[in-house]
Structure formats: C-alpha cells, structure tokens
C-alpha cells in the first residue's frame, strides 16, 4: 500500500503547486466524495458522480489532472460522463484523504502571518 501512497502524494502536489489557486476548493469537495464513500459504502449514489454537475466541473474538474489520480483509485469513466468507483478497496481512500489533509494543513501554515 505504500507504492499507491507515494503515487497519490506526487500527484496531489504537483497538483496543488500547479493549481494553487483552485486547488484548495478542489480537495475540500474530493476529501468530502471520499469521505461519503467510506462512511457509505453500500449507496451507489456515493459512488459515482456526474462530470457535468457544476460543483464537480468548477471545483474539481478545472485541474485536469485531478481525473488521473481518480483512475489511480479504482474509478471508472463511462462514456455518459459519469465517473464510477466500482472497487473493494475503500481504504485506498483513506490514503488522499490523508495527503490531502496534510497538502492543506501545510499550505495553511505557510501563509500564517
């Protein structure tokens, strides 16, 4: 599990350095999806969602790269424009919900005046 989680952490990064701008709104929603996943992991509706929602669009998808860490985690895109998880795995969820607290926490702290 350590392989994904280096994996996870470069990419979130180098996300965040590239788009710090948005990436805050960007990993506040996804820390949220992967939450409800986790805490529900039985409901569908957690585990899938629509790329042209306007929260998901504006927040998240405006940083492309942002679609490559979600195949890393197990998601699936269908050509109707829904991302679905259709994995066991829901402690990989755990991992970016991790970095990206830490990425945020950090990102914090260095603008404390």
Same mark, same amino acid.
């Given at each position: 599990?350590?392989?994904? +989680?280096?994996?996870?952490? &470069?990419?979130?990064? =180098? ?8 990436? +805050?709104? *960007?990993? /506040? ?9 986790? /805490?529900?992991?039985? $409901?569908?509706?957690? @585990?899938?969602?629509? +790329?042209?929602? &306007?929260?998901?669009?504006? +927040?998240?998808?405006?940083?492309? &790269?942002?679609? =490559? ?7 699936? $895109? ?7 998880? &259709?994995?066991? *795995?829901? =402690?990989?969820? @755990? ?6 607290? /830490? ?6 702290? $260095?603008?404390?005046?």
């Amino acid at each position: 599990m350590e392989g994904i +989680k280096e994996i996870i952490h &470069e990419m979130l990064n =180098d996300i965040f350095n590239s788009h710090p701008s948005q990436a +805050k709104c *960007a990993f /506040d929603l996804l820390v949220t999806l992967f939450k409800n996943i986790i /805490d529900n992991p039985t $409901e569908s509706k957690f @585990r899938n969602f629509n +790329k042209a929602n &306007e929260n998901i669009k504006t +927040k998240i998808l405006i940083i492309p &790269e942002i679609i =490559d860490v979600l195949l890393v985690l197990g998601y699936t $895109e269908t050509t109707n424009d829904i991302m679905k998880y &259709e994995g066991d *795995a829901l =402690d990989n969820f @755990r991992i970016p919900i991790d970095v990206l607290n /830490d990425i945020l926490s950090n990102a914090q702290g $260095e603008h404390v005046i």
